[in-house]
């Protein structure tokens, strides 16, 4: 079945950036796009943006533009999630999942919290 | 953007009952493009629906959803003690896609 598995929590200072990677298991790797979204304390999910595997396109929301990029490793069947920048209003849980009519196979979730 | 509401906040039913959830869109996102997911207390969510009404691999058959345009409904029959959860709906028609704020069912 669709799976992803995700890096382990992370603790970062303002100002810095955090990676966090997404290994994808049951499905074929380039046929899909793959989106990340994310989880603040409290709030709804919010969704980041997506990589295509096969042509490495990339579509990421307004709200991230300039801070965030994705990149893949078609050998490694990897996706990554690299977040510039960071706020205190950037501690969330971080998830990856296949795209394809909804959202498929979200990994466990990456806890990124943002503290000096 | 498109905004989506779901009502209630919270739904307390007993197992063996039925919950309906609503999600309204601020903006037609046709009957293609809405997904419903199941998240439990530290876990990720799960895909239920697709398409409005497509069930995901593996999901029984007690859950279901309908609506198209603005106005959407996930149900769920025959309460079991694991459906007790959050449910988001989400649309994907539009960049950003974007998901409701949650429904969460309780035991009564």
């Known amino acids: 079945q669709v799976q992803h598995v995700q890096s382990g929590a992370e603790v970062k200072q303002p100002g810095a950036s955090v990676n966090v990677s997404c290994q994808a298991s049951?499905?074929?790797?380039?046929?899909?796009?793959v989106h990340w979204v994310r989880q603040a304390p409290g709030q709804r999910l919010e969704w980041m943006g997506w990589i295509s595997i096969a042509n490495d396109k990339r579509k990421y929301s307004d709200k991230f533009q300039g801070r965030l990029t994705m990149t893949r490793d078609i050998s490694a069947r990897t996706v990554y999630m690299e977040l510039s920048s960071l706020r205190s209003e950037d501690t969330a849980v971080y998830y990856c999942a296949r795209g394809g009519g909804g959202l498929w196979g979200w990994g466990q979730g990456t806890r990124v919290t943002v503290s000096s | 953007e498109i905004v989506l509401t779901q009502s209630p906040g919270t739904l307390s039913l007993s197992p063996g009952e039925t919950a309906t959830l609503s999600c309204r869109a601020s903006q037609d996102v046709s009957s293609s493009y809405l997904a419903w997911y199941q998240q439990k207390a530290g876990q990720a969510p799960r895909l239920l629906l697709y398409?409005?009404?497509s069930r995901a691999t593996g999901i029984p058959d007690r859950f279901s959803g309908s609506g198209s345009g603005t106005d959407f409904t996930l149900t769920i029959s025959r309460l079991e003690p694991e459906d007790f959860a959050v449910y988001y709906c989400?649309?994907?028609?539009?960049?950003?896609?974007?998901f409701g704020q949650g429904t969460k069912v309780e035991i009564k």
């Open positions: 989400h649309q994907y028609r539009t960049s950003p896609q974007t």
């Open positions: 049951g499905y074929t790797f380039t046929s899909y796009a």
């Open positions: 398409g409005a009404s």
